[in-house]
Every structure is written in C-alpha cells, then in structure tokens.
C-alpha cells in the first residue's frame, strides 16, 4: 500500500498538525509493514525541504508559493496532482485542509472545529471562506479520522458527515515524557529559563479559546491564599499583538494586579518540555475546546498534578485522573489549583491516576489505528469497484 501524505506541516514540529504528522509517520514506518510512505511537501525555498526525515520514507517536493494563497494552491492543486504523478493508493491530508478532488481515496484528519466553534476564528471573510472550502472538502473526503469521540460528535453535526465515514483515534504520549528526572538535563533546562523552585505551570496557545484570562482571573484567587509561594508560569510563544482572537494579555495582567506572580516563559523547545511539566507542582490547562487535549496527558506522564476543564475533548482524555472544572468558573479553577498544592494526599492521588492514566494513549496504537482505517477504506473502495 502507498500512501500520500500532504506534509505542508512537517517542518512545523512545534505546532499540533506538525506534531501529529511526524509522530504519525515515524511510527507508521516503524511498526507497520507492508506501506510505502511520501510526504508530498511545499517547496517554498532553495534550502526548504523536510528535515529529520525516516531514511525509508519517500519526499516528493511540490513547488509552491508562500504565503496563505500559496498553501492554498498547494492543498487543492499541488497535493493532488502529485498524487496522480506518484500513482498512489491512498491520500492522507494530516489536518484540516483536504483538496476538494483526489484521484485516490482520500482520509483527512479533522482534530476539532474550533474554527466552527469560537465566533473569534469567523470575523473575517477570509477565515469565513476558507472554512468554507475545508468543510466542504471533508465532506467529499472517502473517510474522516479524528482524535476523539467528542470531536467526531461535532463533525457528524456541524459537517452533517455520517458516523460510518469517521474514526476516533487518539493521540499518544512520546516515551521522552516521563517522571524519572534527568539531573544534569533538568539542571541545564531550569537554567536557561530561569525556572524557580516551585511554580503552577501552563504550556500551550494563547487563543481566546485557550481561556488563559480565566485563568488569570482564578489566579487572583491563588495569590491571596498562598502569597508569592506559586508564581504562574505561561509557557508558550508570546502573541505578538493583540486581535480578536489574542487578547491584551498584559493590560489584564495589569488589571487586575498580577505582574509580580505571573511570568513570561516564552516560547520552549520540544525537547525542554518534559523538564517543564516535571518542576511544576501544578500543571492548569483551563480550555474551553479541544480535540484532544495533549499537553493535560504529557503532564501527568511527567508526574505532575493536573487541574482541567470539563470541557468535552479534555474530559474525555483525562477521565478522573486530573481535577476538572466548568471552564467558565475562576473560583472553581482557583479552588483545584490551591487543592493540589497545599493537599500533599490529594496530589499524591493524582500523580498516580495520571501515570496509569497516561498508558493508554502511545503513538504506536495511534499509528496502528491509522493503518486499519487505511486498509479498511481501500477494501471498501474496491468492494464499490
């Protein structure tokens, strides 16, 4: 079986789409036989082509224009047409971008759509145009994979696709998320971000969905029970200015008084997040809308408590290994945050929860799920021919 994957997000490891799709192919390669494997990628550049790529996998460049016009042209043009070319069996659009033809049965993962969900992502036409298009486009897919049971829900809804043409599969935890530390690595990471000694950690976007304000507006809540004993680290690259869909972070800091018990950690490399989520004595993840919801799960895998939302895509990961609380109530999130820390019992209980919790979800199951899907749409395509 040859598979076309469109890798317009390879050379983007640190965000989700980037991150599923190496982890996907890595594992693929690793563990399936019998599939040939390219990346189809947008070569932009003289020196852009796909870095730390499995010697055994195919790379096929498409040249394309940068830009969002550029990525465009390259899912509903480039991608397909380099199907043709490579003669493939399958086409496989990683996330949310599925051309709106394929000369092969074509499989596209949807991880959620929150582009659907928060009115933020709708202001302009050409959001509101483009999520025209991929809706459109999933719906002509041969078959739709996506990370959990809540998502698949939104799309049988929102996309009015069947349940027969989704699968639900999950995402893994990479093995370098543990809570056996690593003293010189540990020492040398908590160096370079000038980490303290005790600290509740949030790592993820700053989106208007990623609810960080409430969780701000908690942390007023926090400082007054426990002083300057937990300052909150926001981990993650800074939004650069404030739109719809980023707000004023540091005017709402201002506001409501926090600048000596919030810090900026700014953006953190792959490698240096496991040391991260091992120091914090707390890991918050207050969303309002997931897919899936990994950084919760990387958390726990390091030992670390974990408070929640009950959020849909989160809850159903996390199940009762972390607290989880209504996304839209600070004092509930401040209540579960002061619990952990100050509850050593109660702390000990979830770190436990979490890393048993955590042996469920591996990329190798991921990868294997994915091939059945695979091979399931083939033999159904040849049974309809």
């Given at each position: 079986m040859h598979v076309a994957l469109n890798a317009y997000f390879w050379n983007q490891p640190f965000v989700g789409s980037g991150q599923y799709l190496r982890q996907l192919v890595y594992h693929l390669n690793r563990y399936v036989s019998d599939l040939e494997l390219t990346l189809v990628y947008p070569h932009t550049a003289v020196d852009d082509t796909p870095t730390d790529v499995p010697p055994s996998v195919n790379v096929h460049l498409v040249p394309t224009r940068p830009g969002n016009w550029?990525?465009?042209?390259?899912?509903?043009?480039?991608?397909?047409?380099?199907?043709?070319?490579?003669?493939?069996?399958?086409?496989?659009?990683?996330?949310?971008?599925?051309?709106?033809?394929?000369?092969?049965?074509?499989?596209?993962?949807?991880?959620?759509?929150?582009?659907?969900?928060?009115?933020?992502?709708?202001?302009?036409?050409?959001?509101?145009?483009?999520?025209?298009?991929?809706?459109?486009?999933?719906?002509?897919?041969?078959?739709?994979?996506?990370?959990?049971?809540?998502?698949?829900?939104?799309?049988?809804?929102?996309?009015?696709?069947?349940?027969?043409?989704?699968?639900?599969?999950?995402?893994?935890?990479?093995?370098?998320?543990?809570?056996?530390?690593?003293?010189?690595?540990?020492?040398?990471?908590?160096?370079?971000?000038?980490?303290?000694?005790?600290?509740?950690?949030?790592?993820?976007?700053?989106?208007?969905?990623?609810?960080?304000?409430?969780?701000?507006?908690?942390?007023?809540?926090?400082?007054?029970?426990?002083?300057?004993?937990?300052?909150?680290?926001?981990?993650?690259?800074?939004?650069?200015?404030?739109?719809?869909?980023?707000?004023?972070?540091?005017?709402?800091?201002?506001?409501?008084?926090?600048?000596?018990?919030?810090?900026?950690?700014?953006?953190?490399?792959?490698?240096?997040?496991?040391?991260?989520?091992?120091?914090?004595?707390?890991?918050?993840?207050?969303?309002?809308?997931?897919?899936?919801?990994l950084p919760p799960l990387e958390a726990m895998a390091c030992g670390t408590p974990v408070v929640a939302t009950t959020a849909p895509g989160i809850s159903e990961v996390v199940g009762d290994a972390a607290v989880a609380v209504d996304p839209r109530d600070e004092r509930a999130l401040a209540g579960a945050i002061i619990a952990t820390l100050i509850q050593e019992n109660f702390a000990a209980e979830l770190r436990q929860k979490g890393t048993e919790r955590v042996q469920d979800f591996t990329w190798d199951k991921t990868a294997v799920n994915t091939a059945v899907v695979y091979a399931d749409v083939l033999e159904k395509v040849g049974h309809k021919q």
């Open positions: 550029g990525k465009v042209l390259f899912e509903q043009r480039g991608f397909p047409r380099a199907c043709t070319a490579l003669g493939v069996d399958l086409a496989h659009v990683p996330y949310w971008g599925a051309p709106l033809t394929s000369p092969a049965p074509l499989i596209v993962t949807i991880h959620d759509l929150i582009p659907l969900l928060v009115p933020e992502y709708q202001q302009s036409l050409s959001s509101r145009l483009y999520n025209g298009l991929v809706s459109a486009t999933a719906r002509g897919a041969t078959h739709v994979i996506t990370d959990s049971a809540a998502s698949q829900q939104d799309i049988e809804r929102l996309l009015g696709i069947p349940a027969e043409r989704i699968t639900s599969v999950y995402l893994g935890v990479g093995r370098e998320y543990t809570a056996v530390d690593n003293f010189l690595l540990d020492m040398a990471v908590q160096q370079k971000y000038d980490l303290p000694d005790d600290y509740v950690l949030y790592l993820g976007g700053f989106a208007s969905h990623k609810n960080v304000v409430t969780l701000l507006k908690a942390y007023t809540y926090v400082v007054k029970g426990l002083g300057r004993d937990y300052p909150l680290l926001l981990a993650g690259k800074k939004p650069e200015k404030v739109t719809p869909q980023f707000p004023d972070y540091e005017a709402i800091i201002a506001e409501l008084e926090l600048g000596e018990h919030v810090r900026w950690v700014g953006f953190v490399d792959e490698a240096d997040k496991p040391v991260l989520y091992r120091g914090a004595s707390c890991f918050v993840f207050p969303s309002q809308y997931e897919g899936f919801g």
